[in-house]
């Protein structure tokens, strides 16, 4: 505890004050976010680094397997749904990404027997369940359920009216993600062809779609 004390104290005395006209600024004006980044719990997930973002740049939800339930009034589930509204209908902003990555624990308990005693946990897993493959499971399955279970949530963004009406008018961008955390690479899904691509073969960012669909991915 002392060491995460030392750790606030640093950030008071030496972070803070580099940044202090810029948090002023995001205190006078209000946040102004371009990004509504939904990315997993893991600790190796590191969203600022990734995006090379700072205060005041993205707007985040995380959860156990970047994962978004379907919009529904009566939803229990209701923290991401509650983000995704804000982020979108408040906020107003221009991308959403969903951040899949490799060696995501989530992805891989789908494949095993769930635990009596984390009940919570089970369920929420089933917003992941139609990415799963009727294979044994393997490094190569648990990667592709990974991509895969990226689609799925995006398939689900678009049942949020508000966020399928923003893409529609093409002020609101999609983009699904699958960070390979050994290689520090990101693989980044080309809908058009349905495959997940490297960084530097994906085309514009900017593609307005709204043709997330799961059968459509290689
Ligand atoms: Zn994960």
């Avoid at 804000?86 to 891989?108: E, N, P």
């Amino acid at each position: 505890m002392d060491d995460l004390l030392k750790r606030l104290s640093r950030f008071e005395k030496r972070f803070f004050p580099r940044y202090r006209d810029e948090y002023r600024r995001l205190v006078a004006e209000g946040q102004n976010p371009r990004m509504l980044f939904i990315g997993c719990s893991d600790s190796r997930i590191v969203p600022y680094l990734l995006t090379g973002s700072g205060p005041g740049d993205l707007f985040v939800v995380r959860n156990v397997g970047s994962l978004v339930p379907p919009w529904g009034e009566s939803q229990i589930e209701c923290g991401t749904a509650a983000a995704v509204e804000f982020a979108v209908a408040k906020l107003k902003v221009r991308d959403i990404v969903i951040c899949g990555h490799s060696h995501c624990g989530a992805i891989q308990a789908l494949y095993e027997e769930a635990n009596p005693d984390l009940p919570n946990l089970a369920r929420w897993l089933e917003f992941a369940r139609d990415a799963t493959l009727p294979v044994t499971v393997s490094e190569e399955a648990l990667r592709r359920t990974e991509q895969r279970s990226v689609v799925l949530q995006l398939e689900r963004l678009l049942t949020y009216p508000m966020v399928a009406r923003a893409v529609e008018k093409g002020e609101l961008f999609l983009h699904g993600w699958h960070y390979i955390i050994e290689e520090g690479r990101i693989l980044v899904l080309n809908v058009e062809r349905g495959v997940f691509e490297p960084t530097d073969m994906a085309m514009s960012l900017q593609q307005p779609s709204t043709n997330y669909e799961l059968c459509q991915l290689q």
